[in-house]
């Protein structure tokens, strides 16, 4: 399979103006197929941090729908999310904030 | 014949509609950000094309009082002038920026506007002279309007016409600029490119709406019609160096990497300080297995940008591809750093220790 790392960061950063995310506060870098992607995420739409439950839903259905379209583009072989404010853990995508309260 | 009528009312009340939304939300983005020059700039032009031109030169004024160097918001201002006869302001403005940018031909020509219609025919003839100097569009414009013939200016009976129609293009252009710019900001790449195709048809020489319609088709996915677009805007400006990024990223959406390459590596002769591009252009040595180039560009990035995290981890991974073990675990450690929770790089140095 193709792994050229440069176009795989060109239709990273193609998927991310497309999308309903505000992209501005997001760095991405692709490291042999590997997509990276760190910072604050937030849906463009939304003018909360996301912890409201509807908001929250559409953000998990952004955050899957996101992790979808990267994973389909040729060579990718994963990604590694590391965002401030969401967490994916036993394949659920949780809100940072509530995880560590609900640890508390 | 009735049809045909109808159907420009309902083109214009849609117009009308959208003028109105844009305008409402200018409104109140300005009382959120009252010191943002782009935005009083905006909402001046927006005013003075419906013809409200005491609260748009309120506007520009303010635009100029926070940002005394903003060049749209001055050549607005002067248009304005101009446009409400009020020469003496105008020529201030004018003569005042020609002293800080000869060169601009454009200055020049606003400046034979006014000297014309205030029937300083001799010194509007000068000002159209270097107007034509300075740039090509001007001496095609001319030649063809036959203003400009055998190196002499004619300002013969249409002179005044032909002075008016390219002085009114240029704001024309600048206001559809801005419609499709707003347009593809709201997600409406379509409507967007209709607008910004009318700026660039009335100044074919404005590289930023070439670089605008670039932009839009490559969102919109019509990746031909974009790199012809972003080729123009390089045609005209031929030091922009964001353009040649842009052409760089949607040949590699193409996977046209020996043009993304060609590109991208100009793009970094042209911007060296920018940390992205050495970034990518990085990523594009490293696929043509050339390790020593790509190590170099993120050498450079990491120069540029200490916390460029991403360039660490690549260049990281550039040296194990090497063997060069040591520098490889060195990456890794300045990584684990400032992310001790990346799985992925501790399993990287864990197996290289």
């Known amino acids: ?104 | 014949m009735d049809s045909e009528k109808s159907a420009r009312r309902r083109g214009k009340v849609k117009w009308l509609r959208l003028y109105r939304r844009i305008l409402t939300e200018i409104e109140r983005e300005i009382k959120i950000h009252p010191a943002y020059a782009d935005l009083q700039n905006q909402i001046g032009l927006l005013l003075m094309v419906k013809g409200k031109t005491e609260k748009a030169e309120r506007h520009f004024l303010e635009a100029l009082r926070q940002n005394p160097k903003y060049r749209e918001a001055t050549f607005n201002l002067s248009f304005l002038y101009v446009e409400t006869r009020r020469w003496e302001k105008a020529e201030e403005i004018l003569l005042l920026e020609v002293k800080r940018h000869p060169e601009d031909a454009f200055l020049h020509q606003l400046l034979g506007v006014l000297y014309f219609q205030t029937g300083r025919k001799k010194q509007a003839a000068g000002r159209i002279h270097k107007a034509i100097q300075h740039h090509s569009y001007f001496r095609d414009y001319y030649s063809k309007k036959r203003v400009w013939q055998r190196g002499v200016v004619h300002l013969h009976r249409k002179a005044e016409g032909v002075l008016r129609e390219i002085h009114w293009s240029h704001h024309s252009a600048q206001f559809h600029n801005f419609i499709g710019l707003y347009l593809a900001k709201k997600g409406k790449p379509r409507q967007a490119i209709l607008e910004l195709g009318k700026a660039a048809g009335l100044k074919p020489d404005e590289f930023v709406f070439h670089a605008n319609l670039g932009t839009v088709y490559a969102y919109q996915g019509a990746y031909p019609k974009a790199i012809q677009e972003f080729q123009k805007a390089l045609k005209i400006q031929p030091f922009y160096g964001m353009g040649y990024a842009n052409l760089s990223y949607v040949y590699g959406l193409i996977r046209r990497t020996r043009e993304a390459f060609r590109c991208m590596k100009k793009a970094v002769r042209i911007n060296p300080q920018y940390a992205d591009l050495r970034y990518n252009l990085a990523l594009l040595y490293s696929d043509r297995k050339r390790y020593e180039e790509a190590a170099f560009e993120l050498k450079k990035a990491l120069r540029i940008n200490p916390s460029y995290l991403f360039a660490r981890i690549n260049l990281g991974v550039l040296y194990e591809d090497q063997e060069r073990w040591k520098e490889a675990r060195r990456e890794y450690r300045k990584i684990l750093q400032v992310t001790p929770e990346d799985k992925h790089i501790r399993n990287r140095l864990e197996r290289i220790s």
């Open chain 1, 1 to 104: 399979m193709l792994k050229e790392d440069f176009v795989i960061q060109s239709n990273v950063r193609q998927i991310l103006i497309r999308s309903n995310i505000d992209y501005s506060r997001i760095t991405f870098g692709t490291v042999k197929g590997v997509v990276y992607l760190r910072g604050v995420f937030k849906s463009a739409h939304l003018h909360t941090d996301g912890s409201g439950e509807g908001a929250a839903n559409i953000t998990i259905k952004s955050l899957e729908s996101l992790e979808k379209k990267i994973k389909g583009i040729p060579g990718v072989i994963d990604i590694e999310f590391e965002l401030t404010n969401w967490t994916k853990a036993g394949g659920q995508w949780i809100l940072k904030k509530a995880q560590e309260d609900g640890g508390r």
